[in-house]
Nanobody, 119 residues
Framework: QVQFVESGGGLVQPGGSLRLSCAAS????????IGWFRQVPGKARQGVSC????????YYADSVKGRFTISRDNAKNAVYMQMNSLKPEDAAVYYC????????????WGQGTEVTVSS
């Protein structure tokens, strides 16, 4: 059974930083592309970042480029997203997901971790 556990969310002031973690069991993450998504109630889910399995290429939404960094630690079977210079509009529930490639559908999803950006 595949399980994802996201962690690292919380309350942070604008301009602050958080590091989200995505740990998996039942699935070897380095064989999959891993994406981070976010969703605000009443709005569509948004792709935030992705790291490919083949060459570790990374992709970012324009709104987070230069502020967020996705990385993977294959030894720990985990993927991280460092979020710096957080803005109120970054507040959302963040999900990690795994799939065959960043350009394909993601098949496995975590339960999400909430990020609140407020002073």
């Amino acid at each position: 059974q595949v399980q994802f556990v996201e962690s690292g969310g919380g309350l942070v002031q604008p301009g602050g930083s958080l590091r989200l973690s995505c740990a998996a069991s039942g699935l070897t993450l380095d064989y999959h592309a891993i994406g981070w998504f976010r969703q605000v109630p009443g709005k569509a889910r948004q792709g935030v970042s992705c790291i490919s399995s083949r060459d570790g290429s990374t992709y970012y939404a324009d709104s987070v480029k230069g502020r967020f960094t996705i990385s993977r630690d294959n030894a720990k079977n985990a993927v991280y997203m460092q979020m710096n210079s957080l803005k109120p509009e970054d507040a959302a529930v963040y999900y990690c997901a795994a799939g065959p490639g960043c350009e394909y559908e993601f098949h496995y999803w975590g339960q999400g971790t909430e990020v609140t950006v407020s002073s």
